[in-house]
């Protein structure tokens, strides 16, 4: 799509009318989208006085703000700095309660599903039921070897412990919404003030952030996305990058933790007490079997998602990164910021960044790359039209 609304698709000069009037219905639904992001930025630079954050965290120095609008459930949270003891430094926070997620109960990746889950393909619903079938092997037989006291009964706790923390981690992942960019995406402050143009994406039809990508097996643009993992059934991208750091996380412990109890009893086992018997060895090497490979894929994975942290380049970026590094002799890894750790995992207390819970982001218009046009009217409406601070705040 470009500029101009038009759309640059192929197409013969020999359609019927049917077809120009579809181009003509698509080129001022284009047209409208178009002016929708010119609006936003008028709208985001009325309420860029509330809008001014303040990176330096401290906990200790926030104060709590509420709207007392009745139409609305939004909290304000405003932090403000003690050590610089001037106004141009604080920042106003605030929390978006309103539900803009569809109530449909029905599963797929489209914006009016209520749940998300891509059910189209079928080789990701197989290979991600195969994690749950190994990962239950695994745990049924960890159990079996404690039912014939083979392991102590806490061994076979802690394992099934992190067995059922993986699984509920690989169950965030699949049905979270990766961060798919919805119609009413526009550009966030900084971008719609900053920036002319605003890249859009030809497929969806929808205003594409950086290290954004459309996914052709979800049909959907992804924010940050990394790749699509079909074990996962689902993107990874910024709204379940935490989960799916946490399962690796969890296999990766639990595939080591039972591999050190099978060398242990491999090479220090001297009585029949502790042998296993010939059913349970054959169950042992298959278990051994499945816990080398995951072993293996996680400590990769896990290398892998850190060294994109550090460079700020997910998995698709970095892979086109490198393809202008060989055509263009160019020896810079990334001009990319390092990916904060609380933009993953949230800005909650850091034991909720290792139990598979929804993170909570300080900014997530920043994080997400978009802002949408129904979250900046009702900011503006908060901000009194832009006039400053209205009346409908009250400090308590």
């Given at each position: 799509?470009?500029?101009?609304?038009?759309?640059?698709?192929?197409?013969?000069?020999?359609?019927?009318?049917?077809?120009?009037?579809?181009?003509?219905?698509?080129?001022q639904?284009n047209r409208?989208?178009?002016?929708?992001?010119?609006?936003?930025?008028?709208?985001l630079?009325?309420?860029?006085?509330?809008?001014?954050?303040?990176?330096?965290?401290?906990?200790?120095?926030?104060?709590?703000l509420?709207?007392?609008?009745?139409?609305?459930?939004?909290k304000?949270?405003?932090?403000?700095?003690?050590?610089?003891?001037?106004?141009?430094?604080?920042?106003?926070?605030?929390?978006?309660?309103?539900?803009?997620?569809?109530?449909?109960c029905?599963?797929?990746?489209?914006?009016?599903?209520?749940?998300?889950?891509?059910?189209?393909?079928?080789?990701?619903?197989?290979?991600?039921?195969?994690?749950?079938?190994?990962?239950?092997?695994?745990?049924?037989?960890?159990?079996?070897?404690?039912?014939?006291?083979?392991?102590?009964?806490?061994?076979?706790?802690?394992?099934c412990?992190?067995?059922?923390?993986?699984?509920?981690?690989?169950?965030?992942?699949?049905?979270?919404?990766?961060?798919?960019?919805p119609?009413?995406?526009?550009?966030?402050?900084?971008?719609?003030?900053?920036?002319?143009?605003?890249?859009?994406?030809?497929?969806?039809?929808?205003?594409?952030?950086?290290?954004?990508?459309?996914?052709?097996i979800?049909?959907?643009?992804?924010?940050?996305?990394?790749?699509?993992?079909?074990?996962?059934?689902?993107c990874?991208?910024?709204?379940?990058?935490?989960?799916?750091?946490?399962?690796?996380?969890?296999?990766?412990?639990?595939?080591?933790?039972?591999?050190?109890?099978?060398?242990?009893?491999?090479?220090?086992?001297?009585?029949?007490?502790?042998?296993?018997?010939?059913?349970?060895?054959?169950?042992?090497r298959?278990?051994?079997?499945?816990?080398?490979?995951?072993?293996?894929?996680?400590?990769?994975?896990?290398?892998?998602?850190?060294?994109?942290?550090?460079?700020?380049?997910?998995?698709?970026?970095?892979?086109?990164?490198?393809?202008?590094?060989?055509?263009?002799?160019?020896?810079?890894?990334?001009?990319?910021?390092?990916?904060?750790?609380?933009?993953?995992?949230?800005?909650?207390?850091?034991?909720?960044?290792?139990?598979?819970?929804?993170?909570?982001?300080?900014?997530?218009?920043?994080?997400?790359?978009?802002?949408?046009?129904?979250?900046?009217?009702?900011?503006?409406?908060?901000?009194?039209?832009?006039?400053?601070?209205?009346?409908?705040?009250?400090?308590?």
């Open positions: 799509i470009n500029g101009n609304g038009n759309d640059n698709g192929n197409g013969n000069d020999d359609d019927d009318d049917d077809d120009d009037n579809d181009k003509e219905s698509k080129k639904y409208s989208l178009f002016q929708d992001l010119s609006a936003s930025v008028s709208i630079k009325e309420v860029l006085p509330i809008k001014r954050r303040n990176r330096t965290k401290n906990r200790s120095t926030k104060s709590t509420t709207l007392n609008s009745n139409d609305s459930k939004s304000i949270i405003s932090a403000f700095s003690v050590d610089s003891g001037c106004d141009n430094d604080s920042a106003l926070y605030y929390e978006d309660n309103y539900n803009d997620l569809p109530w449909k029905s599963f797929g990746t489209a914006e009016t599903d209520g749940i998300w889950m891509n059910n189209t393909d079928v080789s990701g619903i197989i290979m991600s039921s195969m994690v749950w079938i190994m990962i239950l092997y695994s745990g049924f037989t960890v159990t079996i070897l404690a039912q014939n006291n083979k392991l102590h009964s806490t061994v076979a706790i802690i394992y412990t992190l067995c059922a923390l993986a699984l509920s981690a690989h169950a965030k992942t699949t049905f979270t919404d990766p961060g798919a960019i119609q009413t995406a526009v550009p966030t402050e900084e971008d719609g003030i900053n920036r002319a143009f605003f890249p859009m994406c030809s497929v969806c039809e929808t205003y594409k952030p950086k290290h954004t990508h459309h996914c052709r979800c049909n959907r643009c992804v924010s940050g996305m990394d790749h699509h993992c079909p074990w996962m059934n689902n990874i991208g910024r709204g379940n990058m935490k989960h799916f750091i946490l399962f690796l996380v969890y296999v990766w412990l639990a595939s080591a933790y039972a591999l050190c109890l099978f060398a242990i009893n491999y090479f220090l086992c001297n009585s029949d007490e502790c042998a296993f018997p010939q059913v349970l060895v054959q169950l042992v298959i278990m051994t079997f499945l816990c080398i490979g995951a072993f293996v894929f996680t400590s990769n994975m896990i290398m892998t998602v850190l060294w994109g942290m550090v460079t700020g380049l997910g998995t698709i970026d970095r892979m086109k990164r490198e393809e202008q590094v060989n055509s263009n002799n160019d020896t810079t890894i990334s001009n990319e910021p390092p990916i904060p750790w609380e933009d993953i995992f949230g800005t909650q207390h850091y034991y909720s960044w290792f139990l598979p819970i929804d993170p909570m982001f300080d900014d997530y218009d920043r994080i997400m790359g978009y802002s949408t046009l129904p979250r900046l009217r009702r900011e503006k409406k908060m901000n009194g039209n832009g006039n400053g601070q209205s009346n409908n705040f009250s400090s308590f």
